[in-house]
Structures are given as structure tokens and as C-alpha cells.
């Protein structure tokens, strides 16, 4: 696609029950990375996939916390029971690959625990 | 592992008057190093990136960056600010020469550029 794109843009979900929060990358980008932004905070690194596997999950805060990447494409992060303090934009970037070239962001999800 | 440093939460300066902001970068190899700005209510938007070469790097919308080896920097600069410019920026640093590393960012510097 033109850009990467993620879905839904807004979630709000009571606290307990699970949400998913979808990627789609630049088409062709093999690196894809999850960051959460806490209002008024900076970008917390959460995972990053090379292709289909995640080389570094050290940034996911607890289990409830997990994500997959299929076909070198589409990424879910999935969040279990969740928590007030789960409230945050997540945001999803991709990049050819590692090294020199820069990563390109969605417009991230913002989810509200109620 | 890397890690970045943004010492100052806010940065204010006077429009037309040139405009600083710091980042600091700690890695075991050689540093690949970016800008990203953040407007209200939009995403993350690449500014300029520095991977080998020159230590004067320009970007966009008239930024430039210069990196320092020896002191560990990557500062932000532009040589006159506009009140468009307002925005939380974000520095960011890669491990390059690691495989399988991600792309770390400090907690953001937020510019207000008065009229």
C-alpha cells in the first residue's frame, strides 16, 4: 500500500476483555516494529519483526502482551485482559529491512480501557 | 543495547532565532542515527538520518543534524525557526552493526516557537 496502515484508529474496551490491533506495512518492507506512546510520553519500543520473526520481543511489558506477523505482511498485537493503564496510541512503523533505511509510521490505534 | 537521550522536555525560542535540540546516543557499534517530528494529532514524520560520511546531515523542511562522534551527539538544528516548526521531535538510534536490532527512540523534545 502507500503507506502503512492501521486499524481500528480508535478502540475503546472495558478492562478484562482482549483487543487486537492490526498492521498493514508498506508493501515489500521486511522490518516491522510496535511502539505504545503513553499521552504526553515518548515512544516505548514494544517488539520488532525481521520478516516473520521477532529477533527482540524485550520491549513487550508483561504476557498479556503478544503479537505475530504473517507472510511477511500483516502484524496483530494482541493484548489480554486488559488494564487502565493499557490506555495508550499504539503505533506500528516499517522499513526495508535493518540498518540505513528509515521507518515509515501509521497513524497509530488509540486505545481507551474504560 | 542502545539507547537515546533527550535532556530537555521542552525547548522554546523566538521565531527567526536559530533552535537547538539535543540528543545523545550510547551503542556498542557504529550508530545509524534519525529525527522524527510529531504534529498534533498526525504520525511520526522522518526528518533526516545519519549512517556514515559526512558529520553534517540536512533534511527536511531546512533541518539539519550534526554528529558527534566523540561527544555521543546527534543534535537537531535549524538556522531559523518558524512558528510551523512547532512539534514534538524525537531522536532515534539503531545498533548498524547488529543484525536484528530494532530502532530506539528518546522520550521526545517538544519545540514551541513563538511569534
Known amino acids: 500500500g502507500a503507506g502503512v496502515s492501521q486499524s481500528p484508529s480508535n478502540k475503546v474496551t472495558e478492562k478484562g476483555k482482549d483487543v487486537e490491533l492490526r498492521c498493514d506495512p508498506i508493501?515489500?518492507?521486511?522490518?516491522l516494529y510496535w511502539y505504545r506512546q503513553r499521552l504526553g510520553q515518548g515512544l516505548e519500543f514494544l517488539i520488532y519483526?525481521?520478516?516473520?520473526?521477532?529477533?527482540?520481543k524485550s520491549g513487550l511489558p508483561s504476557d498479556r502482551f503478544s503479537a505475530e506477523r504473517t507472510g511477511e505482511s500483516v502484524s496483530t498485537l494482541t493484548i489480554q485482559r486488559t488494564q487502565q493503564e493499557d490506555s495508550a496510541v499504539y503505533l506500528c512503523?516499517?522499513?526495508f529491512g535493518t540498518g540505513v533505511t528509515e521507518a515509515f509510521f501509521g497513524q497509530g490505534t488509540r486505545l481507551t480501557v474504560v | 543495547a542502545q539507547s537515546v537521550a533527550q535532556p530537555e522536555d521542552q525547548v522554546n525560542v523566538a521565531e527567526g532565532n536559530p533552535l537547538t535540540v539535543k540528543c545523545t546516543y550510547s551503542?556498542?557499534?557504529?550508530?545509524?542515527l534519525f529525527w522524527y517530528v510529531q504534529y498534533p494529532n498526525r504520525g511520526l514524520q522522518f526528518l533526516l538520518k545519519?549512517?556514515?560520511?559526512?558529520?553534517l546531515v540536512k533534511g527536511s523542511y531546512g533541518f539539519e543534524a550534526e554528529f558527534n562522534k566523540s561527544q555521543t551527539s546527534f543534535h537537531l538544528k535549524k538556522p531559523s525557526a518558524l512558528v510551523s516548526d512547532s512539534a514534538l521531535y524525537f531522536c532515534?538510534?539503531?545498533?548498524?552493526?547488529?543484525?536484528?536490532?530494532?530502532?530506539?527512540f528518546g522520550k521526545g523534545t517538544t519545540l514551541s516557537v513563538s511569534s
Open positions: 551503542v556498542s557499534g557504529n550508530p545509524y
Open positions: 519483526f525481521q520478516g516473520n520473526s521477532a529477533p527482540d
Open positions: 532515534a538510534v539503531r545498533d548498524g552493526d547488529q543484525a536484528g536490532t530494532a530502532l530506539i
Open positions: 512503523a516499517s522499513s
Open positions: 508493501s515489500g518492507h521486511t522490518a
Open positions: 545519519y549512517i556514515t560520511g559526512d558529520n
